[in-house]
């Protein structure tokens, strides 16, 4: 499928502002991306139009809202191919729909089970493992990084034992946005009879997620990073081990019945889903995925992977920068420092921002990594289907400033 970018650009508003007098360029995606007006459009339609709570009324305003938001949950289920809709649970985001899992195993854990992270993964997906196993006395491990700053899959065969009970992993890294071997760990993993949960964060926006064919038992992702609203997420998890599981909060909407003393809890998804939902950012994650499917992932991932290559080709011509884990199969976003003394990296980002481009500067919610490499931070470009060569070349021209700057 061809690509008009000119045409998706203009879907964008903000994409027409200027920032310190220069047209923007947005290279923050891995933060979060921007929202198409369609995206925008549905959340102003949903306020203006059929506001209602959902579930429960069985007024007219009542059911839209309770069908546009179950639509919603189809549209996620197709976009992950998950087998049923009710496998899709609406969080608040990654890092809440970490925190679930996270919560629940502690009635189900016990100092006898490990759990397996990496040394690649954002915050969100080590601190709650970290506070289980406290809680539950369970053992954390991880699979360390290579001296390059990719997994060193070898370990997995030493760290995985009859103990471990799941294993935690992103499918991309977003400090350096590295493509990690998920179906390796998912497969051996399971020859352990461990679970394991797959952060798609800086996945699902740029690449085909299969949840049946990659076989992952948790699978986790934001709205605001694919082009949907902030404060939405989803949970997926396979149906017969979220059944399983204990409920997370307690409340309205996630009960069967309930009597002064016991209550017995709803069906999935509600079972999980207490409380009256961010209906407007459900609807909102609906419409996203369809801006996405108008394009099709796999033309943004083709077309992404072009632009990320192109920048790594771009900035191997500078002596001054040091790519991390540069060989290795990249997605979405490329990490790099400029080699001067004393320079940090939210000095180039400062630099960069005078010129209207945005990148990120610092840990990235990684700070494993940066230990890794013993460094405070580095400069991250992310990309989103929007963006195009000529900014990566805006890009390049403001680091050569920046280098100049700095040197
Ligand atoms: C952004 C991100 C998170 C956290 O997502 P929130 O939307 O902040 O909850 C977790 N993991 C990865 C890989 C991320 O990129």
Known sequence: MSINIQEIRSQFPVLTREVNGKPLVYLDNGATSQKPKFVLDVLDEYYEKYNANVHRGIHTLSQEATDKMEEARRKVQQFINAKNDYEVIFTRGTTEGINLISNVLREVLTAEDEIIITEIEHHSNIVPWQILCQRTGAKLKYIPLTKEGVLDIDQLDNLLTDKTKLVCVNQVSNALGVVNPIETIIEKAHQKGAWVLIDAAQSAPHTKVDVQAMDCDFLVFSGHKMYGPTGIGVLYGKEDILNSLPPFHGGGEMIKDVSMEVSTYACLPFKFEAGTPDIAGIIGLGAAVDFINSIGIETIHNYEKELVDYTIQR??????????????????????????????????????DKKGIAVRTGHHCAQPIMQHFNIPGTVRASFAVYNTKEEVDIFIEGLKTAIRMLG
Do not use: P, R
């Open 315 to 352: 900035l191997s011509e500078f002596e001054e920068v040091e790519i991390y884990a540069k060989d290795a199969e990249h997605s979405g976003a490329v990490s790099f420092n400029l080699k001067l003394d004393g320079v940090h990296s939210s000095d180039v980002g400062m630099i960069l």
